[in-house]
């Protein structure tokens, strides 16, 4: 059992609040298919990044990376078919104090809308997307951003996230990270972790500071067929 205390909570969205899988399967499938590519490859490397540095990266050259990223993200859009929240989220996000939280997504503002809408997730009052920062995951800014929004120094804040991108971005930050799921790399060596929101409970002092007791490691859970 590991215990922590922040002024601030900043979530990732995708695979950290909500399962997306199937829709980010689908959204570079289409991507794959339209340029010959291996789907596989581009999954191997998008996961945490902004898509049109995704599309920048893989795409032939010459290809007009940002007109390809408008057409993919209004298809995306429209695709909510099998986008659920993480077990535990929604109570979990509903118990903290909204001045101590913030969304740090790679998507744009209103893909993040969408996804938080239909998995039945209030979207905080401070968020930041794919087009508030110069630079995206891994590099500081969006955890940067996100805790000037809530007036905090990044040292006071906890990131939760999935994926390496967004792990070593919190950690550039100055911020503590708790690794939400099984995500196996070098980075998330020493960091306490959770396998979704039953893992973990918060306290919210009157001050709006949030201790939070994580429990059991995912591999305990995972030994006892949980």
Not at 10 to 28: K, N, P, Q, Y
Not at 156 to 177: P, T
Not at 199 to 212: K, M, Q
């Given at each position: 059992?590991?215990t922590?205390?922040?002024?601030?909570?900043?979530f990732?969205?995708?695979?950290?609040?909500?399962?997306?899988t199937?829709?980010v399967?689908?959204?570079?499938?289409?991507f794959?298919d339209?340029?010959?590519?291996?789907?596989?490859?581009?999954?191997?490397?998008?996961h945490?990044?902004r898509m049109v540095?995704?599309v920048?990266?893989?795409a032939?050259e010459?290809?007009?990376?940002?007109?390809?990223?408008?057409?993919?993200?209004?298809?995306?859009?429209?695709d909510?078919?099998?986008?659920?929240?993480?077990?535990?989220a929604?109570?979990?996000?509903?118990?903290?104090?909204?001045?101590?939280?913030?969304?740090?997504?790679?998507?744009?503002?209103?893909?993040?809308?969408i996804?938080?809408?239909?998995?039945g997730?209030p979207?905080?009052?401070?968020?930041?997307?794919?087009?508030?920062?110069?630079?995206?995951?891994?590099?500081?800014?969006?955890?940067?951003?996100?805790?000037?929004?809530?007036g905090?120094?990044?040292?006071?804040?906890?990131?939760l996230?999935?994926?390496?991108?967004?792990?070593?971005?919190?950690?550039?930050?100055?911020?503590?990270?708790?690794?939400?799921?099984?995500?196996?790399?070098?980075?998330?060596?020493?960091l306490?972790?959770?396998?979704?929101?039953?893992?973990?409970?918060?306290?919210?002092?009157?001050?709006?500071?949030?201790?939070?007791?994580?429990?059991?490691?995912?591999?305990?859970?995972?030994?006892?067929?949980?």
């Amino acid at each position: 059992m590991t215990t922590l205390s922040a002024r601030a909570l900043l979530f990732d969205m995708d695979g950290t609040l909500i399962d997306s899988t199937a829709a980010v399967e689908r959204i570079w499938g289409v991507f794959a298919d339209r340029f010959g590519l291996d789907v596989a490859d581009i999954l191997a490397t998008s996961h945490g990044v902004r898509m049109v540095e995704t599309v920048r990266q893989h795409a032939p050259e010459g290809t007009d990376a940002e007109a390809v990223t408008r057409e993919l993200g209004a298809i995306e859009r429209e695709d909510r078919e099998g986008i659920v929240p993480l077990p535990g989220a929604v109570d979990f996000l509903a118990g903290l104090p909204r001045a101590s939280v913030a969304l740090v997504t790679s998507a744009t503002r209103d893909l993040a809308e969408i996804r938080m809408a239909a998995c039945g997730l209030p979207l905080p009052d401070a968020v930041v997307t794919a087009d508030l920062v110069e630079r995206g995951k891994p590099a500081p800014d969006p955890y940067l951003a996100a805790a000037e929004l809530l007036g905090v120094e990044p040292a006071d804040a906890i990131v939760l996230e999935d994926a390496e991108a967004g792990i070593r971005s919190g950690l550039a930050a100055g911020a503590r990270v708790i690794v939400v799921g099984g995500l196996d790399a070098a980075v998330t060596a020493g960091l306490p972790r959770i396998r979704d929101y039953r893992d973990i409970a918060a306290e919210v002092a009157a001050d709006g500071s949030v201790t939070l007791t994580l429990h059991e490691a995912v591999e305990g859970r995972r030994e006892r067929g949980e």
